[in-house]
Structure formats: C-alpha cells, structure tokens
C-alpha cells in the first residue's frame, strides 16, 4: 500500500472512531487530522469537506461488512424455505454489532442531510443485492405471482427492519414474543400469503 492510501486510510479509521463516539456534526477537521496523526492539510488533500469524509466512512464501514452469501432460486426446492433462509441472513447482518454501527454513525446525519439519505437508500447492501433477481427467476417458474418486483423486495427487507433492525437502534426494549424466529416466520408467511400463486390440487 502507497503511503497515500495509508494516510488515507487512516483518516477514515480515525473519522470512523470520532463519527462513532461524538457524531459528525460534533466532529472537526482538526480533531480527525490529530487522531489521524496528520496534518491538517492531509485530510483536505484527501477530502475537500467533511461530507465527502462522512461518504468514505460509511462506504469503508459497509465494505468490512460481512453481508453474507448471494442466494440464488432454486426451482426444485421451497420457495418457504428459500424465503427463510434469504431473511435469516438479513437478520443476522440487521443485528450485528458492525451494521448497527454503520447505522449510528449515518443516523443524524442523514437527517439534515437528504442528498446522502438518497444515495445510501440507493445503495444495496445484504439480500437486496439480490433479491429483486431471486423473486424474478421465481415470478418466472410461477412459484409467485408479483405486480412490482422492487417494491415486493422492499416490503420483504422493510419488514424485518421495523421489527428486527429498527427497536435495537432506537434502543426499544422488545416485546417478550418478539424473537428473532418469530419476525423472520412471520415476514415470510406474510409474504407468500400476498404473493404465492395456488397450486393445483393443494
């Protein structure tokens, strides 16, 4: 690695610490350069704001995530079963203590700041990589039968974010019947009462 990159990774680590513990709106330029162990003036060779910074961060963060295999439709196999493994691995990635980090760090900001908000909406990251791509290959094999693809895979993901990812940002306690099994039971049985097509004789 340059000396460059190292610097620059640096800086990103550090903003990363900072952005964490105090909030970037609460965050200087001067205080990333001096936990950095850089100049000042390095930090704007290699961002020209702090929002440019706060992008690298959350970019940085969310390639570090482990976001879990690409499941792939199988037509021989349950689409129940698919569908619960698909939020299975969405929860775990929801609950873990990195993504949930990612989300601390971008939470206020994103609030004042809508042009971010946009483009970390637009950014896909877990089984939205690749979920729009499963239920068409599954619309296909008239498993399911689904009007607007990109809006069933965000009914999907958006369900067990209310129940699963939002309460432990917010810091909620859970209701006792809450678990983890039950979200991810009921996410999918929602979802294949609304979308599954009947088969004949069942």
């Known amino acids: 690695?340059?000396?460059?990159?190292?610097?620059?990774?640096?800086?990103?680590?550090?903003?990363?610490?900072?952005?964490?513990?105090?909030?970037?709106?609460?965050?200087?330029?001067?205080?990333?350069?001096?936990?950095?162990?850089?100049?000042?003036?390095?930090?704007?060779?290699h961002f020209d704001c702090k929002e440019a910074l706060l992008y690298a961060v959350i970019e940085n963060m969310l390639n570090l995530v482990e976001q879990g295999h690409t499941l792939v439709y199988t037509p021989q196999t349950c689409i129940r079963s698919q569908l619960m493994d698909i939020a299975a691995a969405e929860a775990q990635l929801l609950t873990s203590d990195a993504f949930l980090r990612i989300?601390?760090?971008?939470?206020?900001?994103?609030?004042?700041?809508?042009?971010?908000?946009?483009?970390?909406?637009?950014?896909?990251?877990?089984c939205m990589r690749y979920l729009e791509e499963f239920l068409t290959a599954a619309q296909d094999d008239g498993v399911i039968s689904v009007e607007d693809i990109t809006f069933a895979a965000k009914q999907f993901v958006f369900q067990l974010k209310s129940f699963i990812f939002y309460p432990r940002?917010?810091?909620?306690?859970?209701?006792?019947?809450?678990?983890?099994?039950?979200?991810?039971?009921?996410?999918?049985?929602?979802?294949?009462?609304?979308?599954?097509?009947?088969?004949?004789?069942?």
């Open 169 to 202: 940002l917010y810091g909620f306690a859970l209701e006792p019947h809450m678990t983890q099994d039950f979200v991810i039971k009921q996410t999918v049985e929602t979802f294949l009462a609304r979308y599954q097509v009947a088969q004949s004789g069942a």
């Open 103 to 126: 989300a601390r760090v971008a939470f206020l900001e994103l609030l004042q700041n809508p042009d971010m908000a946009a483009h970390l909406n637009n950014t896909k990251v877990g």
């Open 1 to 45: 690695m340059k000396l460059s990159e190292k610097k620059r990774l640096q800086i990103i680590q550090a903003a990363e610490q900072l952005f964490s513990e105090n909030g970037a709106q609460q965050t200087s330029m001067d205080l990333v350069a001096q936990t950095a162990e850089v100049s000042k003036r390095t930090v704007y060779n």
